[in-house]
Protein backbone atom coordinates (compact mmCIF):
# COMPACT_ATOMS: atom_id res chain seq x y z
CA UNK A 1 0.00 0.00 0.00
CA UNK A 2 1.15 3.21 -0.81
CA UNK A 3 1.43 6.05 1.70
CA UNK A 4 -0.83 9.16 1.26
CA UNK A 5 2.46 10.64 2.90
CA UNK A 6 4.93 9.47 0.15
CA UNK A 7 2.58 10.83 -2.55
CA UNK A 8 2.85 14.49 -1.16
CA UNK A 9 6.66 13.79 -0.75
CA UNK A 10 6.77 12.94 -4.64
CA UNK A 11 4.66 16.03 -5.62
CA UNK A 12 6.68 18.49 -3.28
CA UNK A 13 9.90 17.31 -4.75
CA UNK A 14 8.43 18.64 -7.85
CA UNK A 15 7.78 22.08 -6.66
CA UNK A 16 9.44 25.08 -7.30
CA UNK A 17 10.87 25.59 -3.89
CA UNK A 18 11.79 29.63 -4.44
CA UNK A 19 8.27 29.99 -6.45
CA UNK A 20 6.67 28.49 -2.78
CA UNK A 21 8.00 30.40 -0.39
CA UNK A 22 7.40 33.36 -2.68
CA UNK A 23 3.33 32.54 -3.03
CA UNK A 24 1.14 34.87 -0.76
CA UNK A 25 -0.94 31.41 -0.26
CA UNK A 26 1.59 28.94 0.82
CA UNK A 27 0.93 25.73 1.65
CA UNK A 28 3.16 25.28 4.35
CA UNK A 29 2.15 24.43 7.79
CA UNK A 30 -1.18 22.78 6.36
CA UNK A 31 0.33 19.50 6.18
CA UNK A 32 0.83 19.10 9.80
CA UNK A 33 -1.63 16.61 9.06
CA UNK A 34 -0.95 14.05 7.32
CA UNK A 35 -4.33 11.37 6.38
CA UNK A 36 -3.05 8.55 5.47
CA UNK A 37 -4.79 5.45 3.72
CA UNK A 38 -6.75 3.64 6.06
CA UNK A 39 -5.53 4.69 9.04
CA UNK A 40 -6.92 8.22 9.82
CA UNK A 41 -4.51 11.25 11.13
CA UNK A 42 -1.30 11.27 11.41
CA UNK A 43 0.55 14.32 13.40
CA UNK A 44 3.84 15.59 11.43
CA UNK A 45 5.67 18.00 13.75
CA UNK A 46 6.72 20.97 11.42
CA UNK A 47 10.53 20.28 12.33
CA UNK A 48 10.25 16.85 10.97
CA UNK A 49 7.87 18.14 8.01
CA UNK A 50 10.49 20.54 6.71
CA UNK A 51 13.37 17.90 7.20
CA UNK A 52 11.12 15.33 5.42
CA UNK A 53 10.19 17.34 2.71
CA UNK A 54 12.31 20.63 2.10
CA UNK A 55 15.32 19.48 3.05
CA UNK A 56 17.36 21.87 1.24
CA UNK A 57 14.91 25.06 2.21
CA UNK A 58 17.70 27.81 3.75
CA UNK A 59 16.81 29.34 6.96
CA UNK A 60 15.60 32.29 5.78
CA UNK A 61 12.78 30.15 3.95
CA UNK A 62 12.02 28.02 6.97
CA UNK A 63 11.24 31.14 8.87
CA UNK A 64 9.09 31.92 6.36
CA UNK A 65 7.44 28.73 5.95
CA UNK A 66 6.71 28.68 10.12
CA UNK A 67 5.31 32.41 9.99
CA UNK A 68 2.30 31.16 7.51
CA UNK A 69 1.93 27.98 9.33
CA UNK A 70 1.36 30.06 12.61
CA UNK A 71 -1.01 32.16 10.19
CA UNK A 72 -2.91 29.30 8.91
CA UNK A 73 -3.68 27.97 12.80
CA UNK A 74 -4.72 31.05 13.99
CA UNK A 75 -8.50 30.35 15.26
CA UNK A 76 -10.89 31.74 12.81
CA UNK A 77 -12.54 33.60 15.35
CA UNK A 78 -9.34 36.20 15.64
CA UNK A 79 -10.19 36.80 12.04
CA UNK A 80 -13.41 37.23 12.31
CA UNK A 81 -13.12 39.89 15.67
CA UNK A 82 -10.45 41.87 13.49
CA UNK A 83 -13.61 43.11 11.01
CA UNK A 84 -16.47 42.86 13.52
CA UNK A 85 -17.46 46.23 13.35
CA UNK A 86 -19.22 47.50 10.24
CA UNK A 87 -19.99 51.04 9.65
CA UNK A 88 -22.16 53.23 7.20
CA UNK A 89 -20.24 56.39 6.91
CA UNK A 90 -22.29 59.32 6.41
CA UNK A 91 -21.47 63.09 6.39
CA UNK A 92 -23.23 65.97 8.24
CA UNK A 93 -22.20 69.20 8.11
CA UNK A 94 -18.92 68.47 7.10
CA UNK A 95 -18.13 65.89 9.53
CA UNK A 96 -18.11 62.23 9.35
CA UNK A 97 -20.17 59.85 11.30
CA UNK A 98 -20.30 55.92 11.33
CA UNK A 99 -24.15 53.97 12.14
CA UNK A 100 -23.53 50.43 13.09
CA UNK A 101 -24.75 48.40 10.06
CA UNK A 102 -26.70 45.94 12.87
CA UNK A 103 -29.15 49.03 13.29
CA UNK A 104 -30.31 49.77 9.44
CA UNK A 105 -32.41 48.96 7.57
CA UNK A 106 -31.87 50.40 4.60
CA UNK A 107 -30.27 53.57 2.11
CA UNK A 108 -33.47 55.88 0.41
CA UNK A 109 -33.69 59.26 -1.44
CA UNK A 110 -36.21 61.82 -0.29
CA UNK A 111 -38.73 62.46 -3.07
CA UNK A 112 -41.80 63.48 -1.18
CA UNK A 113 -41.87 64.57 2.31
CA UNK A 114 -45.48 65.54 4.35
CA UNK A 115 -44.39 68.26 6.86
CA UNK A 116 -45.97 67.26 10.36
CA UNK A 117 -47.54 70.27 12.45
CA UNK A 118 -46.72 71.54 15.62
CA UNK A 119 -43.27 69.46 15.43
CA UNK A 120 -40.23 70.45 16.53
CA UNK A 121 -37.74 71.42 13.65
CA UNK A 122 -36.24 68.22 14.13
CA UNK A 123 -38.78 66.28 12.88
CA UNK A 124 -38.61 67.01 9.18
CA UNK A 125 -41.74 65.20 7.82
CA UNK A 126 -43.11 61.97 7.30
CA UNK A 127 -42.84 60.13 4.17
CA UNK A 128 -44.73 57.16 2.94
CA UNK A 129 -41.91 53.83 2.41
CA UNK A 130 -43.98 51.38 0.56
CA UNK A 131 -47.12 51.79 2.37
CA UNK A 132 -45.36 52.35 5.77
CA UNK A 133 -46.28 55.86 6.80
CA UNK A 134 -41.96 57.10 8.52
CA UNK A 135 -40.58 60.11 10.23
CA UNK A 136 -37.72 61.41 8.92
CA UNK A 137 -35.28 63.44 11.57
CA UNK A 138 -32.75 65.78 11.06
CA UNK A 139 -29.70 64.81 14.11
CA UNK A 140 -27.36 68.11 13.08
CA UNK A 141 -28.28 69.99 16.18
CA UNK A 142 -27.97 67.36 18.42
CA UNK A 143 -24.33 66.85 17.24
CA UNK A 144 -23.24 70.71 17.27
CA UNK A 145 -22.85 69.99 13.29
CA UNK A 146 -24.00 72.80 10.79
CA UNK A 147 -27.01 72.23 9.37
CA UNK A 148 -27.74 71.86 5.18
CA UNK A 149 -29.05 75.06 3.14
CA UNK A 150 -31.34 72.81 1.40
CA UNK A 151 -34.18 70.30 2.17
CA UNK A 152 -32.35 66.34 2.74
CA UNK A 153 -32.57 64.55 -0.19
CA UNK A 154 -31.08 61.08 1.01
CA UNK A 155 -31.95 59.27 4.49
CA UNK A 156 -30.86 56.14 6.19
CA UNK A 157 -33.53 54.34 7.78
CA UNK A 158 -32.93 52.98 11.29
CA UNK A 159 -34.33 50.52 13.40
CA UNK A 160 -33.45 50.43 17.36
CA UNK A 161 -35.32 49.17 20.29
CA UNK A 162 -38.40 49.05 18.57
CA UNK A 163 -38.30 52.47 16.80
CA UNK A 164 -38.45 53.07 13.41
CA UNK A 165 -37.06 56.13 11.80
CA UNK A 166 -35.21 57.85 9.04
CA UNK A 167 -32.21 60.16 9.77
CA UNK A 168 -31.53 62.90 7.07
CA UNK A 169 -27.91 63.01 5.93
CA UNK A 170 -25.69 65.45 3.57
CA UNK A 171 -24.13 62.50 2.04
CA UNK A 172 -23.93 58.83 2.42
CA UNK A 173 -20.18 57.86 2.06
CA UNK A 174 -19.24 54.41 2.05
CA UNK A 175 -19.16 50.77 4.18
CA UNK A 176 -16.18 50.38 6.33
CA UNK A 177 -14.86 47.45 8.21
CA UNK A 178 -13.15 47.80 11.33
CA UNK A 179 -11.38 45.92 14.13
CA UNK A 180 -11.94 46.85 17.24
CA UNK A 181 -8.16 47.59 17.45
CA UNK A 182 -9.02 50.94 15.35
CA UNK A 183 -11.94 52.30 17.41
CA UNK A 184 -11.01 54.30 20.53
CA UNK A 185 -13.01 55.51 23.23
CA UNK A 186 -14.39 59.35 22.82
CA UNK A 187 -12.16 62.15 23.78
CA UNK A 188 -12.55 63.29 27.74
CA UNK A 189 -12.43 66.66 25.96
CA UNK A 190 -15.70 66.75 23.52
CA UNK A 191 -18.75 68.22 24.87
CA UNK A 192 -20.93 66.68 27.55
CA UNK A 193 -24.25 66.79 25.30
CA UNK A 194 -22.52 65.65 22.19
CA UNK A 195 -20.34 62.49 24.52
CA UNK A 196 -23.27 60.82 25.04
CA UNK A 197 -24.15 60.60 21.86
CA UNK A 198 -20.93 58.25 20.55
CA UNK A 199 -19.55 54.95 21.64
CA UNK A 200 -16.01 55.62 20.26
CA UNK A 201 -13.81 57.11 17.35
CA UNK A 202 -11.70 56.06 14.54
CA UNK A 203 -9.61 57.29 11.78
CA UNK A 204 -11.20 57.65 8.42
CA UNK A 205 -8.94 58.66 5.92
CA UNK A 206 -7.25 62.25 7.02
CA UNK A 207 -10.54 62.50 9.45
CA UNK A 208 -12.04 61.21 12.36
CA UNK A 209 -15.24 59.00 12.57
CA UNK A 210 -17.17 59.50 15.36
CA UNK A 211 -19.47 56.52 16.22
CA UNK A 212 -23.13 56.73 16.78
CA UNK A 213 -24.90 55.27 19.45
CA UNK A 214 -28.44 55.27 18.39
CA UNK A 215 -29.50 53.61 21.50
CA UNK A 216 -28.74 56.15 22.97
CA UNK A 217 -29.46 59.17 20.37
CA UNK A 218 -32.89 57.51 19.90
CA UNK A 219 -33.95 58.01 23.63
CA UNK A 220 -33.13 62.09 23.94
CA UNK A 221 -35.59 64.25 25.56
CA UNK A 222 -35.46 66.55 23.37
CA UNK A 223 -35.59 64.10 19.90
CA UNK A 224 -38.37 61.47 20.71
CA UNK A 225 -41.80 63.47 20.93
CA UNK A 226 -44.56 61.39 22.61
CA UNK A 227 -47.02 64.73 23.00
CA UNK A 228 -50.57 64.22 20.97
CA UNK A 229 -50.96 66.71 18.30
Do not use: W
Not at 5 to 22: G, M, Q, W, Y
Not at 167 to 193: E, G, H, K, M
Amino acid sequence: MIRQADKISESISELNLAALVESEQSTAGMLSIVKIDGEGEKEIGLKSFFERYCPNASAAELAIFRQRAAMLQAPLETFQEEASNSLAVIRLGGEYFGIRLEVVREFIQISAMTPVPCCPSHILGNLNLRGEIMTVMGIHDYLNVASPQRAAEKAIVIEVNGIVAGVAADQVCDIVQLSQQQISPVPAATTSSRKSYFSGIAPYGENVLGILDFSKLIQAERLVVNEAI
